[in-house]
């Protein structure tokens, strides 16, 4: 065998990564049957509200609002993600996304910046969203570096103080009622801003909201910058072992500072799709999605394919809610389905990353007792 073969059987290591694969198949079908059962509860067929899902979940109308869906959910799944690797609890992408996008379109949607071109007003959109997501995520990573106070406390409470200010100004400060309008919204973005869609969905007039191209980039971003940079190193270091971490060098309150700044900045982005490609302004409809984030992240374990099938069954689901309430079906069936989803998906990965190390202790066990090689010197001598 080569050494780059032997390298290469090194890495794949069949025993673990088999548990890995079945996880997910079996956590699903888990979820499947505990979800039949609550159909049958309901004096209902659970093949056929399947059946219904499945045919109206690939009609091209659908699947289109689909991807919508799944590029919010896929953006806020990867700003929690980017705390999950640092060891981090960001619950607050909720309210970093409500506030990013408001201040974003009440600056874009101003009198005084009727001067700027389209395309240069979606940048700006982008980067005030961003730039005041990590603002406000900061406040969270300088409470926990500089006074202890966790994570999950205070993001949390900034969600409803985010919220609160938001409905603030635009209740009472920067909102405008749009003619035929009956609820406040900031300002309508020029056309020349609005984000064009993409049609890549065949059978259909609609397109996917084009903020979809800038969801993917995120994702391969996240991948690379996780993965292959030194920064992504030090960050799942960090988040695997901070003592081992700080004894290597690494700046643990720098390292906790830039996950939540990060964190929060793409949060930010959350609420852009719609607001770039459906609605043009920012109302108080939007939010929901950063807590929604929080699962598709466990769903997908934080790895960027792993949470976009989780992003896109999520909203799957969700698009279903139409369907089985035609059927006369509760729709509360479907969040049954969706927590029993992220609670057996959770389940199983934790029993394969068990059966996993065990199946590992056991090749290491075995490895060890085995006599080593005489050298081939030693038989010669002999």
């Known amino acids: 065998m080569t050494t780059a073969a032997a390298v290469g059987a090194r890495r794949i290591d069949v025993g673990k990564l088999l548990p890995q694969l079945i996880a997910p198949v079996v956590a699903l079908v888990i979820a499947a049957a505990i979800s039949s059962i609550a159909l049958l509860i309901s004096d209902k067929d659970p093949l056929a509200a399947f059946q219904h899902m499945y045919e109206f979940g690939t009609q091209p109308d659908q699947m289109v609002e689909i991807l919508n869906k799944a590029s919010e959910l896929y953006i806020a799944a990867v700003a929690v993600a980017i705390g999950f690797k640092m060891g981090l609890f960001n619950i607050g992408v909720e309210g970093q996304s409500k506030v990013g996008a408001f201040f974003a379109g009440a600056l874009a949607s101003a009198s005084f910046m009727d001067w700027m071109p389209g395309g240069l007003r979606i940048v700006l959109i982008v980067v005030v969203a961003m730039l005041v997501g990590a603002a406000w995520a900061s406040i969270a990573a300088l409470l926990k570096t500089q006074r202890g106070v966790s994570e999950v406390i205070s993001t949390l409470m900034l969600n409803a103080i985010g919220g609160l200010v938001v409905t603030w100004l635009l209740n009472d400060h920067w909102g405008v009622t749009e003619p ?203």
């Open 180 to 382: 035929g309008a009956q609820i406040k919204t900031t300002g309508i973005l020029p056309e020349s801003s609005w984000m064009p869609g993409l049609p890549i969905i065949s059978g259909t007039d609609q397109k996917v909201l084009g903020f979809f191209a800038i969801a993917v980039f995120l994702g391969a971003a996240y991948w690379f910058v996780i993965n292959r940079t030194r920064f992504g190193f030090d960050l799942r270091a960090t988040g695997y072992n901070p003592f081992a971490a700080v004894a290597s060098g690494v700046n643990a309150k720098r390292m906790v500072i830039t996950a939540m700044l990060i964190s929060g900045a793409v949060a930010g982005l959350v609420n852009l799709p719609r607001m770039l490609g459906e609605s043009h302004t920012y109302t108080e409809g939007f939010g929901g999605i950063g807590f929604t984030g929080i699962a598709v992240a466990l769903l997908g374990r934080n790895h960027p394919i792993g949470m976009a099938l989780g992003a896109i069954l999520w909203g799957f689901l969700a698009s279903s809610q139409i369907i089985l309430d035609l059927d006369g079906i509760p729709k509360e069936i479907i969040l049954i389905m969706q927590g029993v989803t992220v609670l057996s998906v959770v389940i199983a990965y934790e029993l394969a990353a068990r059966i996993g190390r065990r199946a590992q202790q056991r090749r290491v066990g075995v490895a060890t007792a085995a006599p080593a090689p005489v050298p081939a010197v030693v038989e010669e001598s002999k």
